[in-house]
C-alpha cells in the first residue's frame, strides 16, 4: 500500500499562486500513475491532472490547461501541482491519487487506488 498527504493548500486571492505537495509513503511512487482531483461543495469529484510514471506523458482537463503544472519527483517520492492565475472556481478540496493501472485512462477517478485526505483551496475574488 502507499500512504499519500497533501499540503500547501490555503486562501489566496484571484490571480494569486499556489504549489500542492503530495508526499506518498509505504512504497515507492515510481509504481504509480499519480493525478490531481479537486471536489467543491455539493459537486462531484472531478480530474485535474495526471502524470505518468516517468513524466512521458501528462494530462490536464481543459479549464486548468496553461494555469496549472503537475509534476513529480520520484526521489523525493512527491508529486507536485503548480497552479497560477487562480479563478474563484477553482476553489475546492485538493486529492492526491495514485493508480497502478499504468496510463490507461488517467483521468477515471474509480481507477485510482490511493487517495489523500486532501488539502483545501479557496480563491477569494
Known amino acids: 500500500q502507499v500512504q499519500l498527504v497533501e499540503s500547501g493548500g490555503g486562501l489566496v486571492q484571484a490571480g494569486g499562486s499556489l504549489r500542492l505537495s503530495c508526499a506518498a509513503s509505504?512504497?515507492?511512487?515510481?509504481?504509480?500513475?499519480m493525478a490531481w482531483f479537486r471536489q467543491a461543495p455539493g459537486k462531484e469529484r472531478d480530474f485535474v491532472a495526471a502524470?505518468?510514471?516517468?513524466?512521458?506523458?501528462?494530462s490536464y482537463t481543459d479549464v486548468v490547461k496553461g494555469r496549472f503544472i503537475i509534476s513529480r519527483d520520484n526521489a523525493k517520492n512527491t508529486v507536485y501541482l503548480q497552479m497560477n492565475s487562480l479563478k474563484p472556481e477553482d476553489t475546492a478540496v485538493y486529492y492526491c491519487?495514485?493508480?497502478?493501472?499504468?496510463?490507461?485512462?488517467?483521468?477515471?477517478?474509480?481507477?485510482?487506488?490511493?487517495w489523500g485526505q486532501g488539502t483545501q483551496v479557496t480563491v477569494s475574488s
Open positions: 491519487a495514485a493508480t497502478g493501472y499504468g496510463w490507461s485512462s488517467p483521468t477515471n477517478r474509480v481507477d485510482y487506488h490511493y
Open positions: 509505504g512504497r515507492t511512487l515510481s509504481r504509480y500513475t
Open positions: 502524470i505518468s510514471r516517468t513524466d512521458s506523458q501528462i
